[in-house]
């Protein structure tokens, strides 16, 4: 079983839906992160978590929220979805050195 | 603060060709990270190496080899005799220990290899 998991793999929505991606992890890593990939941009940090209590806006966080529900779970929110976050988004966890990526969500907003 | 630059945003050679991926980065930290990872097709990003600021010691792997260069502040990627099956996304990335080992990313370089 992969280590780090993202629920949807594929999701298309509409402007304006309220629209939550989900990231599991069974490394035991305190540490998680959200990226957003766009072509030509590389990985951008959307937020990230130390811990369960600490969580942390990163370079493009305006638009989303998140939430840790346990040290295992990490979810992203789009409250009013534009098109322009359509994108692949990643979550990762580390260990703190190393990043685990899971496999991504492509999320297309119409 | 850190950064990395990839200037190369896509290269294109013919199989058998060997192809040099540059990474250059930006860290006033002594102690770092840098790693390269690989994003076929598919979409997954596929973990390569690691490397730490105190081993410069050039890395082989198969047709794959790494030269981490601290005078040049350089991390670069070269494949030998590279196949149509190497064609994908190549990120560098860097995390320093003063910035809490939050990783900044490259943009990527595409790798295009032709049959």
């Known amino acids: 079983d992969a280590d780090v998991t993202q629920t949807p793999r594929n999701r298309i929505t509409k402007t304006g839906k309220r629209i939550m991606l989900e990231c599991s992890q069974t490394?035991?890593?305190?540490?998680m992160y959200w990226y957003r990939q766009d072509p030509g941009l590389g990985l951008r940090l959307i937020y990230y978590?130390?811990?369960?209590?600490?969580?942390n806006k990163g370079e493009i966080s305006d638009g989303y929220s998140v939430s840790r529900q346990a040290q295992a779970k990490f979810s992203l929110s789009l409250e009013s979805a534009i098109p322009n976050q359509t994108a692949l988004y990643f979550c990762?966890?580390?260990?703190?050195?190393?990043?685990?990526f899971g496999p991504g969500t492509r999320l297309t907003v119409l | 603060a850190q950064k990395v630059t990839q200037a190369q945003t896509e290269i294109s050679v013919v199989e058998k060709e060997d192809v040099t991926l540059d990474c250059v980065y930006e860290?006033?930290?002594?102690?770092?990270?840098l790693f390269w990872y690989k994003q076929p097709p598919s979409g997954e990003l596929v973990f390569l190496i690691r490397?730490?600021?105190?081993?410069?010691q050039n890395e082989i792997s198969g047709r794959y080899s790494w030269n981490f260069q601290k005078s040049t502040s350089s991390f670069n990627f070269t494949i030998t005799a590279s196949q149509v099956v190497d064609s994908a996304v190549y990120f560098c990335?860097?995390?320093?220990?003063?910035?809490?080992?939050?990783?900044?990313f490259g943009r990527g370089t595409s790798l295009i290899v032709h049959p």
């Open positions: 860290t006033r930290d002594t102690t770092y990270y």
């Open positions: 490397r730490n600021s105190f081993d410069e």
């Open positions: 978590s130390f811990d369960v209590k600490d969580i």
């Open positions: 490394k035991g890593h305190d540490r």
């Open positions: 990335a860097l995390s320093e220990g003063g910035g809490s080992y939050i990783p900044t």
């Open positions: 990762a966890t580390s260990d703190p050195e190393e990043q685990f």
